[in-house]
């Protein structure tokens, strides 16, 4: 009977072992997926209504920025444009989000946007389809953005207004993320940095 109960034990002491490694393997190995995602993984739908995989951007640095044609930071295009100008040669792209959410203070067509921008700001960087950026029909770009080198779960990451711009490094992973007011003066040098 003694046997019968210390086999017992065993077989319940290598099932709960094997039951705890199972579980750590399984979760470090989801984090180490999550750490490892950059956003090349991501595809997203240029204005022309055509899927771009934003691998084809790897080694660039990046400024992701949800834009809006009507809002009081629209004339943030200049500046951005001046980036674009500056750096564009160094390997910095500027990725232009449209978005409707906020006040629909961008309520034109793709076509209308594109028009808008390269006739009043003189825009030459690429932008993409109008999205959004919060909700249910967030891209999943947004998601991973909002969430990059957040350690407080319970972080509101949701996007405040147009023109929260995401800095991204050569290796695909947010450097920073800057807020609506946050301007040129603030994003150069750390562009700068990124660059080098």
Not at 48 to 72: D, F, H, M, W
Request: net charge negative; charged share 25%; glycine share 4%.
């Amino acid at each position: 009977m003694k046997r019968h109960y210390f086999i017992l034990l065993i077989i319940v002491a290598l099932s709960m072992m094997l039951a705890f490694y199972f579980f750590n393997g399984t979760s470090s190995d989801s984090a180490s997926e999550s750490s490892s995602a950059t956003v090349y993984d991501f595809t997203v739908i240029d204005n022309q209504g055509k899927e771009v995989s934003l691998s084809r951007y790897k080694g660039k640095v990046l400024l992701i920025v949800n834009t809006a044609t009507r809002c009081g930071h629209t004339p943030q295009y200049e500046e951005l444009q001046h980036l674009y100008s500056v750096y564009k040669d160094q390997g910095f792209e500027i990725l232009d989000f449209p978005c409707n959410q906020f006040a629909e203070q961008a309520p034109e067509s793709d076509e209308e946007i594109q028009s808008f921008c390269t006739l009043n700001y003189h825009t030459e960087f690429p932008r993409f389809h109008k999205i959004d950026v919060n909700g249910e029909n967030k891209i999943p770009l947004y998601d991973f953005l909002e969430h990059a080198n957040v350690t407080d779960d319970t972080a509101d990451v949701s996007i405040g207004w147009n023109f929260t711009k995401f800095l991204v490094g050569k290796d695909g992973k947010v450097i920073r993320r800057f807020e609506t007011d946050q301007r040129k003066d603030m994003i150069e040098p750390v562009i700068i940095e990124a660059l080098q």
